[in-house]
């Protein structure tokens, strides 16, 4: 029942262009996606809505964008080169690997015979030039955290910021994983929204405490149901070489609870072994006191395509016949959908298209006028978008249109020059 959910939110993506199979054309590439309009839309939504909580309304997280391809010593002292590794085992029948700390899925004909465990390290490797050897070799950065500690001092000197501050970035990160899958939840590119937030050591307790509410907040004001969330924390063998602690909010996937989001408390682990690998002084000092010493630093990190499968899968809804994707208004790809009643009424098609017109520009609108009013209907309930606006007969007489709302399906008449009003009004 549940992996059917699955198929049948990766099959809507791909006939209603949120999310296709990479490269189709040449036979796909396993595990690779590309995003459709709609999905694009989404993504771009999710972004926003993020920037402008955790960057735009704060006064106290500055934002970067730093480079994908950095220089490899930054991974050797973050500690990625020696230990950005996860157990692999391969069956020395099928040469199927897997991970060894995950479940091995069974295979119908044989029982795996399993190798000994040995450490596989997730970063690309690329070169740099037109010569491939080892003095040139170059990564694609495994997460986009590290952007952010090499440029600590920029900020600080451009930025003059107190402590607690933040940095954040939204950009893509790409890890070489053994077990890609799951749809969108596990690929070899994805994106990352990340902040790395600088605290004096005394008060990263309370730092990890008030980001773990900001978290779970964010997630149920975009509509995600509480009852599919949890908090699930590290255990000590389990935690990655810089964290001292780590928590990390889980879905309940169809194929089960999975990571959405981590909580990791980096302490002053980046910044000393950058400092001491770079020799530059990446120390803060407290203009106060005149006292130096390392922030630590309270990381809280947002896949944003697992953000993308979570809401989908959520709004995922069937009642009856019909298929409805009850997306928050604000993530949805359309807001609205503006429909003339018949298509061989010049007025009547004339004033819808007067209506999208005024709309498109101010809020993400589309335009149908194909087949018959339910089918359109049922269309947008499939894709997501929250209202439906049909300019009818009635409408030249009184200059009202039917809104109809996607969850309860109910229409109402509403005023032509309060529409907008109204959607801005419900959109808050
Ligand atoms: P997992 O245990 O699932 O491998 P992780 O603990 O390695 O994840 P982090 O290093 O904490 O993941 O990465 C931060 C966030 O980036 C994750 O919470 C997730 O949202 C996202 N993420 C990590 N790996 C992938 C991936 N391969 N595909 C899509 N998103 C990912």
Redesign the pocket.
């Known amino acids: 029942m549940k992996n059917l959910l699955m198929e049948k939110v990766v099959s809507l993506c791909k006939r209603r262009g949120f999310v296709f199979p990479g490269s189709l054309i040449y036979g796909g590439l396993a595990n690779t996606w590309d995003y459709g309009p709609l999905g694009t839309c989404l993504l771009q939504n999710i972004r926003s809505l993020w920037w402008e909580r955790f960057v735009t309304k704060r006064d106290d997280i500055y934002p970067l964008e730093t480079g994908i391809i950095m220089n490899p010593r930054v991974w050797q002292a973050s500690g990625h080169t020696a230990s950005f590794t996860d157990p692999l085992v391969e069956c020395k029948v099928c040469h199927q690997r897997f991970r060894a700390d995950h479940e091995v899925p069974e295979s119908g004909d044989h029982k795996h015979d399993l190798t000994e465990p040995r450490s596989f390290n997730l970063m690309f490797e690329t070169h740099i030039g037109p010569v491939e050897d080892t003095s040139n070799a170059a990564y694609l950065r495994p997460?986009t955290a590290q952007g952010m500690f090499v440029n600590f001092k920029n900020v600080l000197t451009t930025e003059r910021p107190s402590l607690p501050f933040g940095i954040a970035q939204i950009g893509k990160a790409f890890?070489n994983?053994i077990t890609?899958g799951n749809f969108?939840?596990?690929?070899?590119e994805?994106e990352?929204m990340e902040i790395e937030y600088f605290v004096h050591p005394e008060h990263w307790e309370e730092a990890f405490e008030s980001w773990k509410e900001s978290m779970w907040k964010w997630l149920l004001d975009l509509g995600v149901k509480e009852e599919n969330l949890k908090w699930r924390a590290h255990a000590k063998d389990e935690l990655?070489h810089y964290s001292k602690r780590t928590e990390?909010i889980e879905y309940e996937f169809p194929f089960g609870w999975?990571?959405?989001?981590?909580l990791a408390y980096r302490a002053d682990f980046d910044l000393r072994n950058h400092s001491e690998k770079s020799s530059e002084d990446l120390m803060f000092t407290d203009p106060a006191t005149n006292a130096k010493f390392f922030p630590h630093v309270v990381e809280p990190?947002?896949?944003v395509?697992?953000t993308a499968l979570t809401l989908l899968l959520d709004a995922y809804t069937e009642e009856g016949d019909r298929v409805v994707l009850k997306l928050n208004p604000k993530v949805a790809p359309y807001k609205v959908a503006v429909f003339p009643l018949v298509a061989n009424r010049e007025e009547i098609v004339g004033k819808a298209r007067e209506i999208y017109n005024g709309f498109r520009l101010r809020l993400s609108t589309v335009w149908d006028n194909r087949g018959n009013i339910g089918k359109r209907y049922y269309a947008q309930d499939e894709i997501g978008t929250p209202w439906c606006v049909t300019v009818d007969y009635q409408t030249l007489e009184d200059k009202t249109v039917t809104v109809r709302d996607r969850d309860s399906a109910e229409q109402i008449r509403v005023k032509i020059d309060k529409l907008l009003e109204w959607f801005s009004e419900k959109l808050k």
């Open positions: 997460e890890r994983e890609p969108i939840f596990r690929t070899l994805f990352q990655s990390d999975g990571e959405l989001y981590g990190t947002f896949g395509n697992r």
